[in-house]
């Protein structure tokens, strides 16, 4: 009975997360297409509009509980996007976008996506059990 209760706290903070990340790479995604080149791009297509599609596509396999490998796939994908720009900009290579106090974004990518992934291996290890 207990893991059914944690199963689903674990579920909501993935909800959660994953409406803070949707917002916020929509809001992102806006201002790129009004005025482009807020974000870098991954070839022709601004870094911006991948996180989003890599945030909305697990949103929907998270909410119909199926579709695992979907699931880790784009938020692999997002994952490793994150890391190249994380360490792109440590390097002064990359220019992410900011938030106002100066935080790249893609820092707080990596760690959403980071938090999607560790939140659920606990809930499928929690599942099993």
Known sequence: MKSIKQIKIISYAQSIIFFIGIIGAANLSFHEYVESGICPKLGPIPA???ILACLIFPFFFHLI???II???LFISVA???ASYAGIGQ???KIQCPKTDNGLPLCYISFLIFASLMML???QIRKERI
Request: net charge positive; glycine share 22%; hydrophobic share 50%.
């Open 48 to 50: 911006c509009y991948i």
């Open 65 to 67: 509980g199926k579709g």
């Open 70 to 72: 979907g699931y880790f």
């Open 79 to 81: 994952l490793l996007l």
């Open 90 to 92: 440590l390097l002064g």
């Open 120 to 122: 659920k291996i606990i």
